[in-house]
Every structure is written in C-alpha cells, then in structure tokens.
C-alpha cells in the first residue's frame, strides 16, 4: 500500500467522523436563545472533541508528510489509531448530554486516552519504518508529546473520580500541545528541560 492511499483512507474517516459529530446536535424547534442555552453541554462537548480531531489530524499529516515510506506495521497501527477515533462522537454524544456524570466522562477520557496512547504507537512504527537516519525518525525520536499526554491522561482519568467535568476540561490541554509543529514543540522542549536540568 501506497502512503497516499494510507492518508486518503485515513482523511476519509476523519472527515465522516466529524459529520457524525455535527449530526449529533440536535437543533432545537423553538427560535430562542434559552433553547439554545439548553443544549449548550452538547455543543461544548462537540466544540472540544472537533479541536482535539482538527488538531491530531493536522499532526497525522505532518507525520505522513515527513515520512518517506510506510509498511504493514504502520497500516495496522494506523487502523488502531482510527479504531479509537471512531468511537470519539459516541462518547462526545454521551457526555454531552450527561456533563456532570461519572461515567460518561470516564468513558469519554478512556477513548481519548486509548487515542493517544495508538497515535503513539503510529509514531514508533513511522520511526521503524524509517531509516533511523531519515528526517521523520530524526523528528519523531525527539518529541515527547505522545508522553506527555498520556501522563496528562492519566491524571485526568483519576481526577473524573472526583470531578467528573475534568475529563472534558482536561481535552483541552492535551489539544493545547499538539498545536505546535514538531520542530516547535521539540524547541519548547528543550527549553523546559534546559530549566530543570541545567549543568
């Protein structure tokens, strides 16, 4: 399989993934601002599921953009990270409707974490996939994100034990990393780590 097929595949599934997370909005009759009021937890819980999608996708473009070739590690990898992807506007949809509720959010950080986690592995099939020379692996081998999120993650998933909107609240720190390029998240990196481990 060619990588343009790959991307193809995969901004196909993107993009029906978003339209179910519209369609999932149900517009109320009544032409008033209360009724949209009343929906408003909908519309925030598909605000930052949309962001958090944009945002890795664009990653997922860079990432492929800088590979030079993939094979069937990276395809079954990239299916698990899509897997995962897919399940995105149920959660959305459940916990927009039940913000304040346990489980919804529990469930609602477990798949964006499991998200996570997959295009973490993608990124380590891309590196082997890759001469360890090539610029991709160059690139990829030095950010950490993938990392940070998952601790961030798992601090979230422990926090919705106790406050439960933190599952949503937290969504919005971990898009906030991955707005950045690679080189300027591995320039911010080397910043941070210059500050605690200085010689």
Same mark, same amino acid.
């Given at each position: 399989? #060619?990588?343009?097929r790959?991307?193809?595949? =995969?901004? !196909?599934?993107?993009?029906i &993934?978003? #339209?179910?997370?519209?369609?999932?909005?149900?517009i109320?009759?009544?032409?008033?601002?209360?009724?949209?009021?009343?929906?408003?937890?909908?519309?925030?819980a598909?605000?930052?599921?949309f962001? *958090?999608?944009? &945002?890795?996708?664009?990653?997922?473009?860079?990432?492929?953009?800088?590979a030079?070739?993939?094979?069937?590690?990276?395809?079954?990898?990239?299916?698990f990270?899509?897997?995962?992807? =897919?399940?995105?506007?149920a959660? #959305?949809?459940? &916990?927009?409707?039940?913000?304040?509720? *346990?489980?919804?959010?529990? @469930?609602?950080?477990?798949?964006?974490?499991?998200?996570?986690?997959?295009? !973490?592995?993608?990124?380590?099939?891309?590196?082997?996939?890759?001469?360890?020379?090539?610029?991709?692996?160059?690139?990829?081998?030095?950010?950490?994100?993938?990392?940070?999120?998952?601790?961030?993650?798992?601090?979230?998933?422990?926090?919705?034990?106790?406050?439960?909107?933190? !599952?949503?609240?937290?969504? @919005? *720190?971990?898009?906030?990393?991955?707005?950045?390029?690679?080189? #300027?998240?591995?320039k911010?990196?080397?910043?941070?780590?210059?500050? *605690? @481990?200085?010689?």
């Amino acid at each position: 399989m #060619t990588k343009a097929r790959l991307e193809a595949f =995969t901004d !196909g599934v993107v993009a029906i &993934v978003l #339209t179910v997370l519209v369609l999932d909005i149900q517009i109320p009759d009544s032409p008033s601002l209360y009724s949209i009021l009343n929906i408003s937890n909908t519309l925030l819980a598909y605000t930052v599921s949309f962001i *958090f999608v944009a &945002v890795i996708w664009v990653n997922h473009h860079r990432m492929m953009q800088m590979a030079e070739k993939i094979n069937y590690s990276v395809i079954w990898a990239n299916i698990f990270w899509l897997f995962w992807l =897919t399940l995105c506007p149920a959660v #959305t949809s459940w &916990v927009g409707r039940n913000p304040n509720r *346990f489980w919804p959010e529990f @469930f609602y950080v477990v798949v964006y974490m499991m998200w996570s986690f997959s295009y !973490g592995v993608l990124s380590k099939r891309v590196v082997k996939a890759n001469d360890p020379n090539s610029h991709v692996a160059i690139v990829l081998s030095r950010d950490r994100r993938s990392q940070i999120s998952m601790i961030i993650n798992l601090i979230i998933l422990v926090g919705v034990f106790f406050y439960p909107p933190l !599952g949503m609240i937290g969504r @919005f *720190f971990v898009s906030a990393i991955w707005i950045v390029s690679y080189r #300027t998240a591995n320039k911010y990196f080397q910043k941070v780590r210059g500050l *605690f @481990f200085k010689s």
